[in-house]
């Protein structure tokens, strides 16, 4: 019988200490910095960059190109504008990267994407679609600047 009220206090304790690690609290001033709403999600601009049809820009205009795409990237993301941004690994569907845009219509996106070079030069061609997910992501780049050792 000890035995088994022991287990059973064990069982509780275990149970008990989880759900206060996993209970959270809720914080209305960042959730209002990060303009969530009541279940902590917001609206933002989902983007897959896909390759071009520029197929004849040399390696040095595709430099150039990048070199201007990753300084458009790191503006945005500085305006916040941009909660995400990454490539693709290689893949077939000639998709190379995502933008998750800070922006509440797709037209406000399309704007942002205009202004990179690698689109100007139709390296890159865009779909952009609303989509609804957590506002925490405009957390990420200051999460990530603390754990890059080197910059872009």
Known sequence: MKKALLLAFII???GTSKAQETASVYDEKLAKELGADDYGMKHYVFCILKT?????ATAEEKSKYFAGHMA???RLAKEGKLAVAG????????????FIFN???????????DSDPAVKAKLFEAELTPWYSSASLMEVS?????????KF
């Open 12 to 14: 509780l304790s275990i």
């Open 52 to 56: 071009g049809t520029n197929t004849t």
């Open 72 to 74: 458009n990237i790191t």
């Open 87 to 98: 490539p693709f690994m290689k893949n077939d569907r000639n998709y190379r990267g995502i």
């Open 103 to 113: 922006v509440a219509t797709v037209e406000e996106a399309q704007a942002l994407v």
């Open 142 to 150: 200051k999460i990530h600047d603390k754990i890059s050792k080197t």
